[in-house]
């Protein structure tokens, strides 16, 4: 199951970004904020953040035991305003003195340093989005009886010129008939050493593996910067992204001690809404 809340810091970059004015960034809204990395990094007068990260957590989900002793689980959604995830678990935690290289980070963004049992580390909250292949389309779709078919929408001759549409004003609530959607679909894959991070961070966050749950998913929009940080001890240069905020949440569910060789994630970045025709 799945089910996808956009955000009104998606929106917020939408309308700025279509009426080409600049980008404000709401207060209490990012992600950097949220954890002290380079909060105060803003886009410049005509930089437009852009979707390319994705974020993982554990807790949009709630669980009791039915009457035939089976463990149902229940969503918990998030609303437009959230600005977080309720719990992020970082793709990688590493001792500050083995850290990642300069290659492997490039992988990865909000680089957020955390102490567990007076050790100090560096945890990874974001991993890049790859966009290359990702081909955005117009999908017209069919609804008849509960069966969606999908063809590719391809706009008449006639639709230069429209004519008035007749409207019934019985079967106001069929659930049957035509509409259309943008879409544009993203598989983001975690192989056998994503989850094994996933796992090892939080054995060394929780004490348990089990705690590696993906429940919660963010997609977020952000500018990448090149910035300094602290590895062991001495400072470098590295690209971290600033004004990172969440587009979406999407609701899946992964338990990665189950699913510990690959995982894959599908969701659509295009529009959620239909529009009946």
Same mark, same amino acid.
Do not use: W
């Given at each position: 199951?799945?089910?996808?809340?956009?955000?009104?810091?998606?929106?917020?970059?939408?309308?700025?970004?279509?009426?080409?004015?600049?980008?404000?960034?709401?207060?209490?809204?990012?992600?950097?904020?949220?954890?002290?990395?380079?909060?105060?990094?803003?886009?410049?007068?005509?930089?437009?953040?852009?979707?390319?990260?994705?974020?993982?957590?554990?807790?949009?989900?709630?669980?009791?035991?039915?009457?035939?002793?089976?463990?149902?689980?229940?969503?918990?959604?998030?609303?437009?305003?959230?600005?977080?995830?309720?719990?992020?678990?970082?793709?990688?935690?590493?001792?500050?003195?083995?850290?990642?290289?300069?290659?492997?980070?490039?992988?990865?963004?909000?680089?957020?340093? =955390? *102490?567990?049992? #007076?050790? /100090?580390?560096?945890?990874?909250?974001?991993?890049? +989005? &790859?966009?290359? %292949?990702?081909?955005?389309?117009?999908?017209?779709?069919?609804?008849?009886?509960?069966?969606?078919?999908?063809?590719?929408?391809?706009?008449? =001759? *006639?639709?230069? #010129?429209? /004519?008035?549409?007749?409207?019934?004003?019985?079967? +106001? &609530?069929?659930? %049957?008939?035509?509409?259309?959607?943008?879409?544009?679909?993203?598989?983001?894959?975690?192989?056998?050493?994503?989850?094994?991070?996933?796992?090892?961070?939080?054995?060394?966050?929780?004490?348990?593996?089990?705690?590696?749950?993906?429940?919660?998913?963010?997609?977020?929009?952000?500018?990448?910067?090149?910035?300094?940080?602290?590895?062991?001890?001495?400072?470098?240069?590295?690209?971290?992204?600033?004004?990172?905020?969440?587009?979406?949440?999407?609701?899946?569910?992964?338990?990665?001690?189950?699913?510990?060789?690959?995982?894959?994630?599908?969701?659509?970045?295009?529009?959620?809404?239909?529009?009946?025709?």
């Amino acid at each position: 199951m799945e089910s996808v809340t956009r955000t009104i810091y998606g929106a917020h970059l939408q309308t700025c970004k279509l009426l080409n004015r600049p980008f404000t960034v709401l207060p209490n809204s990012t992600l950097n904020q949220k954890f002290n990395l380079f909060a105060d990094e803003l886009p410049l007068s005509n930089e437009y953040p852009k979707l390319g990260y994705i974020g993982i957590g554990n807790k949009a989900a709630t669980y009791e035991l039915g009457n035939d002793g089976f463990i149902l689980t229940r969503e918990i959604p998030h609303l437009p305003r959230h600005a977080s995830l309720y719990n992020f678990i970082p793709f990688v935690v590493r001792n500050m003195n083995d850290d990642l290289s300069a290659t492997e980070r490039m992988k990865y963004r909000l680089r957020v340093p =955390i *102490t567990i049992n #007076s050790e /100090q580390y560096v945890a990874y909250y974001l991993r890049v +989005l &790859n966009l290359d %292949n990702v081909a955005p389309s117009v999908e017209l779709r069919n609804v008849n009886e509960g069966v969606i078919t999908t063809t590719d929408f391809i706009p008449e =001759i *006639t639709d230069l #010129s429209p /004519q008035h549409p007749n409207i019934s004003n019985v079967n +106001l &609530n069929n659930p %049957n008939g035509d509409y259309l959607v943008s879409t544009a679909k993203i598989n983001f894959v975690l192989n056998q050493e994503d989850i094994t991070n996933i796992l090892e961070a939080c054995q060394l966050l929780y004490g348990d593996p089990r705690y590696a749950v993906i429940n919660e998913i963010a997609l977020v929009t952000g500018i990448d910067r090149v910035l300094t940080g602290v590895f062991g001890s001495t400072q470098s240069s590295y690209t971290e992204v600033i004004s990172a905020q969440i587009a979406a949440f999407v609701y899946q569910y992964h338990a990665l001690t189950v699913n510990s060789t690959e995982v894959n994630i599908t969701f659509d970045v295009g529009t959620e809404e239909p529009l009946l025709v």
